[in-house]
Structures are given as C-alpha cells and as structure tokens.
C-alpha cells in the first residue's frame, strides 16, 4: 500500500499491459464476435493467469454478466502473507484503467458479521489474484465498488460460513440486486492436457451443480491443484444463500490452447451462477 490508501498495481506490464490503451485493446481483441446477451448474475468464477492465457475467458465471461455497483472479490492468497481471511476495509485499488474505491461501509458490515474475517491490508498488497480480474470489470462494468477478500484456509466449514454470512449482510443491506460475487480462480495446475481437462471437468461439474462439498470432495480426492478453490466455495454457499439455482460454464480452456504446448498446462474456467 502507497499513497492515501491506494494499492497500487503489482502485476501491470507483467500479467497485463501497463498503458491504458494498450489494456483496453487487449481486453476487445479478447471479445467474442457477434451479439452478446448479458444475463444477471449473482456469482461467478473467473480465471487469474497472465492475459495472454486466460483473458479469453475472463472477458468472454464477463461480458455477458449485467454490470453491477458492488462487486465482492473473493481469491486465494498466493504469497502467505497476513491472515487466514483477510478483507479490506478502506481505500481504493489502482489500476491502469483508473481507481476503484473500497465500499467501506459495506466491508465494514461483512467484517462485523463474519467472526473469521480480519481487517487486514497487508494480505493484498502483493497478491494478484485479485488485481488481475480489476481492468476487466472495469472494461464492462465501469463504475463500481469493490470489497477485497483473500482466503488461505481449506477448513470447509469455515468458508461456506463465510460464505452465508457475507450472503446475509447483502439481504440485511437491500443490495441483493446490486451485487456481484466474483471467485478469482485457475484450474489445473502443470499437468498433461488431457489430465487437466479430466480432472477441471470434475471440479466444474460440481461447481455448476452449485455443490461446495462435492467440490472439496473432488479436489482431495483427485488432487486438483486449482488455486482459487476455497473463494469458490465461500462464492457459491452466498449465491445459494441469495437464492441461485443454476450455473453455466461460459468457456473452459488451458494454456496449452494459447501456447500449443500441451505437455504441461494450467486450466481456466468461466462461470457464472444464478
């Protein structure tokens, strides 16, 4: 954190342009040709690689959800740093593409309703999970605020706690309509592309089945080695708290199908929850 309470952006001109021009064309060369129709969404799962990689089907997912004013952003912490479950509370996120203030008030309530949750800034301050998916919500979206939420624990019972705590402070607010829960996330990690693809089928299928405990049971039974599994969890006990029924996988692919090597890939998914 630098500034006023801005986080500055860690993986600009890395995991994606630095120049706002060239974000913003890089994000349109990313979508779909033809018309597209955007659905309401209250969740989804988007991916976290670099742009070359996964935006594809970051943007294609994206694209297609209705914009929201308050999005919760829900990801893994990569780096270990700061607590289990940490969100922010105040200040605003930067990227290329402008500034991104914090809903304080609603963070505040979720922090106060969430007895796992610590108000804790350092856990973000170097994590890109969250960052990534930022310009492309900002492309879509274009004016909303964020409440930052980075997970570390793999207890059950915890995150689908979470998860129906955060869903209660959204009814509690009258913000169900105006809300959007995003779970930052890759899938398979370095493995053989057909291994990949047989292993992220068993997670998405329990994902669109909008069943946490099969996806758990999935990960430790196969070995999944899909980073973002616990904001998935924690985003789809609140969407089935605010009433979703269904989920729609909008694109899967792997990195093999943007490099051409297959040998050893990592897997991203698309999907929304309604």
Known sequence: ????????????GYFYPQEAAALKRSIE?????????KKNALGCVLPHAGYVYSASVAVETAAGIKPKNKIILLGPN?????????????GAWQ???????IDSPLAKKILQSCRYL?????????????????????????????????????????LKEIGKEIAAVIIASGLLDSTLLVASSDMTHYEPQKDAQEKDAAAIEAIL??????????????????????????????????GAI??????????????????????YAGITIA
């Open 95 to 101: 990227t290329p593409l402008g500034i991104i203030e």
């Open 29 to 37: 060369n990313f979508i779909p040709a033809g018309n597209i129709v």
């Open 78 to 90: 990569h780096t270990g740093i700061g607590e289990t479950f940490s969100i922010m509370t105040e």
């Open 246 to 267: 269904k989920g729609s996988l909008i694109k899967y692919l792997t990195s093999g199908d943007a490099t051409g090597d297959k040998t050893s890939v990592v897997g």
């Open 209 to 242: 089945e909008l069943n946490p405990d099969k996806l758990m049971q999935k990960i430790r039974q196969l070995n999944i080695t899909m980073c973002g599994y616990a904001p998935v969890i924690v985003m789809l006990s609140a969407a089935k708290a605010l």
């Open 118 to 158: 610590r108000n804790d800034a350092r856990a973000h301050a170097g994590e890109h999970s969250l960052e990534v998916e930022l310009p492309i919500l900002q492309f879509f979206f274009k004016d909303f605020q964020i409440v930052p939420i980075a997970f570390l624990s793999d207890e059950l019972e915890s």
């Open 1 to 12: 954190m630098t500034g006023a309470g801005i986080r500055k952006p860690v993986v600009a």
